[in-house]
């Protein structure tokens, strides 16, 4: 009897070991569990977010359309403040020298003229310091034409193509100033407007390739 008993002490204890085993084997399996659905709980906005970023009504073409209105409107923000509007004030009869009721930059003619080289004196009152000249293309159409500057014998700058727009030079009162002819950009001659701030006078010139006019300011 007592061999009975001691092995059915035993057989109790593996039989009690064996469901201690079992439940923890059942723990971890529902351990496992928990963790993987909070995975795929933690993936699932992640999916979500994914799919948002593809939207199917955006494609390659639409993306390259929105590139190319985005660089033509920054173009236009950019060139609008240097975007100056050109005044036309058409004149009959132009010949060189001097013309009146002109402003700084105005468009005097159609088309291009045929003008004679002619010299200047100007005179101004004594004790204005500098003066500031203007030079620019007074016809229509701009035909690269192409100018340099001199003070007393000393260079302005580099040469440069004659515009609507105007190129401002600053000037003693007491000063030659000759414009050279550097290259013209037609057969039609190299024609300027120069004009002088200090007394109003708007001059119309030509000026020979590799010549030059001269204008010479006197105080008086």
Not at 5 to 29: A, G, H, P, T, Y
Not at 42 to 52: A, C, M, N, V, Y
Not at 113 to 138: P, Q, R
Request: charged residues 25%; proline residues 3%.
């Amino acid at each position: 009897m007592r061999r009975f008993k001691e092995n059915d002490s035993d057989n109790f204890n593996e039989i009690n070991n064996s469901n201690v085993n079992f439940s923890r084997k059942e723990n971890d399996i529902n351990e496992e569990n928990i963790i993987e659905e909070n995975g795929d709980m933690e993936e699932q906005p992640l999916k979500t977010l994914d799919e948002e970023k593809k939207d199917p009504y955006i494609n390659s073409s639409m993306k390259n359309f929105r590139l190319i209105i985005g660089v033509v409107c920054l173009i236009l923000f950019i060139s609008f403040p240097f975007t100056k509007k050109v005044t036309k004030n058409y004149k009959d009869q132009l010949t060189s020298g001097v013309v009146e009721n002109v402003n700084v930059g105005d468009v005097l003619s159609k088309g291009a003229l045929k003008l004679d080289a002619k010299d200047a004196s100007i005179e101004v009152s004594s004790g204005y310091g500098n003066l500031e000249i203007s030079i620019w293309n007074f016809a229509d159409k701009e035909d690269n034409d192409y100018v340099q500057v001199f003070i007393d014998g000393v260079e302005q700058g580099a040469p440069f193509s004659i515009r609507h727009k105007p190129a401002k030079i600053s000037v003693p009162d007491k000063a030659v100033i000759q414009v050279q002819g550097v290259r013209g950009g037609s057969n039609n001659g190299i024609t300027y407007a120069v004009h002088f701030n200090k007394t109003g006078e708007t001059y119309l010139n030509t000026v020979p390739l590799n010549a030059m006019n001269t204008y010479t300011i006197i105080s008086r």
